[in-house]
């Protein structure tokens, strides 16, 4: 079976391959009376657009979304809400050797093991492409959820990470990586570019908040909110790895030194300390919900590498196309976009067992 569908309330479908006449998703479960128009999905779509900037993909795509379903006189209506992304810029020619060989990193082999047929097209449904839907879909949950704010940022670019006494939340706007550190985003510009050059291409770490989740969203045991993110994030493309709160630096920690105290406050406990990134039990705690995703360097580099053909013998490919030297750059709302649809889905769970209040 193939598996396109995600979350248990609040779902969401996409659909399309990267060189196909279009893409998109169907959102369902979305309650009702929801304002939403197009132009609250398209400054999402823009964020992740490809060819903005030369650290990009200069495939030249719109991605101009259209809502067919679902919205009337700009309010949801509780029934499916179909997004619709054109392709207007695939040059399916540059994946011609593709058809016959096997792209070392690329999941080229793995869909042909399972399926004995394949879409060589840019990766077909494997292309970092369908993460557009994803987005989409992204900010219909954000208009379910307008009490919590979510901000990504990439935190690390080929190993070379940010200062994070110099975060600067308004920076991250104001550079094409997404980096809230002026001068580590400096630096990413030589770095990005000597890969690019080279026809290489780098790793990349995303680091994501969510502030403003009340305490009590989660669902254990087997839907538990952490578990939730760390699936959703690693469905994205090119992601390897998830954190949630301090992740794998925990497991270096006394009991004492990974403990998030707790105080007495007027509306809750107040927290000393945040290692458990906001979640106890699988469910929110109330304070920010924060994770970390690594991407893995984007598979498509001009470096021959050594493979096989569909019949089994060795030879040697190069990849053709436009891609990204750095895929985990424009992975920033992407991870936004998955963070928002599990808290949409999570917030919704927990109404439907504890009721329309927070506890």
């Not at 900037?53 to 179909?82: K, N």
């Not at 058809?99 to 082999?109: I, M, S, V």
């Not at 494997?126 to 949950?141: F, H, I, L, N, P």
């Given at each position: ?15 399309g ?28 779509l823009?964020?992740?657009?490809p ?44 994946y ?55 901000l ?49 291409s ?87 919900v ?70």
């Open positions: 079976m193939s598996f396109n569908t995600f979350g248990r309330v609040f779902r969401f479908t996409t659909w391959e990267s060189h196909g006449p279009a893409i998109g998703a169907v959102v369902d479960g979305c309650p009702p009376g929801i304002a939403l128009s197009e132009a609250d999905v398209q400054p999402f823009d964020r992740r657009r060819g903005t900037s030369r650290f990009t993909t200069q495939r030249q795509e719109p991605d101009q979304v259209r809502i067919l379903s679902g919205v009337f006189e700009g309010r949801t209506t509780g029934t499916p809400i179909a997004l619709h992304i054109d392709n207007v810029d695939q040059r399916s020619k540059d011609s050797e593709v058809a016959l060989a096997y792209r070392p990193g690329h999941a080229d082999y793995a869909y042909d093991a399972k399926y004995g047929f394949r879409d060589y097209r840019g990766g077909g449904r494997s292309s970092a492409r369908e993460t557009a839907s994803r987005v989409a879909a992204g900010a219909v949950a954000r208009a379910v959820i307008p009490e919590v704010t979510i990504a940022w990439v935190e690390a670019i080929g190993g070379d990470a940010i200062d994070y006494a110099a975060f600067d939340p308004a920076e991250i706007a104001n550079n094409p990586f997404f980096c809230p550190d002026a001068k580590a985003a400096a630096r990413w510009e030589t770095l990005v570019d000597d890969a690019r050059k080279a026809g290489s780098l790793g990349a770490v995303v680091a994501c908040e969510a502030v403003g989740v009340p305490a009590g969203w989660g669902a254990p045991l087997y839907a538990k909110l952490d578990a939730e993110l760390a699936a959703a994030c690693m469905s994205i493309n090119a992601v390897k790895g998830v954190e949630i709160g301090d992740g794998f630096a925990a497991a270096a920690l006394t009991g004492e030194q990974n403990a998030d105290p707790m105080r007495p406050g007027n509306a809750g406990p107040i927290f000393t300390a945040n290692h458990a990134g906001g979640i106890a039990g699988g469910i929110a705690t109330g304070q920010p924060t994770l970390r995703v690594a991407f893995k360097p984007t598979s498509s580099i001009l470096t021959p590498m050594p493979t096989i053909t569909r019949d089994g013998d060795a030879t040697e490919l190069r990849t053709k196309g436009r891609h990204d030297p750095c895929v985990g750059i424009r992975g920033v709302p992407v991870v936004e976009a998955m963070v928002a649809l599990v808290l949409a889905d999570q917030k919704l769970l927990h109404r439907a067992q504890c009721g329309g209040t927070d506890r």
